[in-house]
């Protein structure tokens, strides 16, 4: 078993997208739940819910990319670092997504998952661009076949 933390944060915030959308749906009906269909509130609430989703993804994709690059000892810290901010992201944005439905005036907390997932986007992204350039070094370019090392 394979005990990445990106790849089990994905799935947990899968399930846990399942879970808030059942929460959710068991009163939806509700014409003025939560101040009705187009309130600060509701709305706030329903992106916690498809945020569990989508960072979800955001983790698996991460984790399915990864060992296609072969890792030197260079680039560790930057898959160390990347790893840690997309989960960072994705614990943060529902959770500020939640005290602002509550609290309004509490909009610039958005600032820590927005730039958590910026840096993990930033810096997987500035990998794979230095991986993809010519390298002397046989094996230092996307492979097309998975590795077998593991993230940080």
Not at 28 to 42: A, I
Not at 81 to 87: E, R, Y
Not at 106 to 117: G, K, M, N, Y
Request: glycine share 10%.
């Amino acid at each position: 078993m394979n005990s990445n933390p990106n790849l089990l944060f994905a799935w947990l915030w899968i399930l846990l997208g399942f879970v808030s959308g059942l929460g959710l749906g068991l009163f939806f009906h509700r014409e003025n739940w939560l101040g009705g269909y187009g309130s600060l509130k509701r709305r706030m609430y329903r992106l916690a819910h498809i945020s569990f989703f989508g960072l979800g993804a955001v983790n698996l994709l991460f984790w399915l990319t990864w060992p296609r690059i072969s890792s030197p000892e260079s680039l560790a810290l930057a898959a160390t670092v990347a790893s840690w901010a997309f989960i960072i992201g994705g614990v943060t944005m529902p959770l500020c997504c939640l005290v602002m439905a509550h609290f309004p005036k509490t909009h610039l907390i958005f600032a820590v998952p927005v730039v958590s997932l910026i840096l993990g986007g930033a810096l997987t992204l500035t990998v794979l661009v230095r991986e993809s350039k010519p390298s002397p070094v046989a094996g230092a370019t996307l492979n097309s076949q998975p590795s077998t090392h593991s993230l940080p």
